[in-house]
T-cell receptor, first 115, second 114 residues
Framework: AQTVTQSQPEMSVQEAETVTLSCTYD???????LFWYKQPPSRQMILVIR??????QNATENRFSVNFQKAAKSFSLKISDSQLGDAAMYFCAYRIPFGNEKLTFGTGTRLTIIP | DAGVIQSPRHEVTEMGQEVTLRCKPI?????LFWYRQTMMRGLELLIY????????DSGMPEDRFSAKMPNASFSTLKIQPSEPRDSAVYFC????????????FGSGTRLTVV
């Protein structure tokens, strides 16, 4: 069974600084997708960034980027120039592309932005 | 597109009562998922549908929980009878097969059973 592990329950960062959130996963599949979701206090789950396992290039979305290490089964999220609006729970998630569409989530990391 | 619509946003009920949560997925999405979020257990998949057919309900806690999807634009999650341990946020999400955008989530229903 696939598992997703987020070992940092809480993180904090000074506004305008950079922070990296960690995620590891366990799978026997060779093709899959990885995601980071943000859940602010409003509790809405918002897709931040996604990565296809067959692509070696790390995904980037504005201030958000990932460091995808397939051999190590690691998928970290880097937030640059942190803003107060980035304060939220961040969830790492995994999904295989076909046949079974369900997402497996990690336990989340609560990110605090210090003004 | 209005996104995934869930109702109600909040629900407070007494133990033993029936509770029905509702979800309208995004038009054209052929997968629909029900998740439950608690502090203790995080995000748990309860059940998901493909083209209105339940595919995997192994996450449904017990017989008190049931879910239906009578058509492509509507799904319900029912708890009967409700218990205090059912208190959680229940999310509905939808996606399209073969599209790797992840899910689109609804805003969730916070259920409190007293």
């Amino acid at each position: 069974a696939q598992t997703v592990t987020q070992s940092q329950p809480e993180m904090s960062v000074q506004e305008a600084e950079t922070v990296t959130l960690s995620c590891t996963y366990d799978t026997s599949e060779s093709d899959y997708y990885l995601f980071w979701y943000k859940q602010p206090p409003s509790r809405q789950m918002i897709l931040v960034i996604r990565q296809e396992a067959y692509k070696q290039q790390n995904a980037t979305e504005n201030r958000f980027s990932v460091n995808f290490q397939k051999a190590a089964k690691s998928f970290s999220l880097k937030i640059s120039d942190s803003q107060l609006g980035d304060a939220a729970m961040y969830f790492c998630a995994y999904r295989i592309p076909f046949g079974n569409e369900k997402l497996t989530f990690g336990t989340g990391t609560r990110l605090t932005i210090i003004p | 597109d209005a996104g995934v619509i869930q109702s109600p946003r909040h629900e407070v009920t007494e133990m033993g009562q029936e509770v029905t949560l509702r979800c309208k997925p995004i038009s054209g999405h052929d997968y629909l998922f029900w998740y439950r979020q608690t502090m203790m257990r995080g995000l748990e998949l309860l059940i998901y549908f493909n083209n209105n057919v339940p595919i995997d309900d192994s996450g449904m806690p017990e017989d008190r929980f049931s879910a239906k999807m009578p058509n492509a634009s509507f799904s319900t999650l029912k708890i009967q009878p409700s218990e205090p341990r059912d208190s959680a946020v229940y999310f509905c999400a939808s996606s399209r097969q073969g599209i790797d955008y992840g899910y689109t989530f609804g805003s969730g229903t916070r259920l409190t059973v007293v």
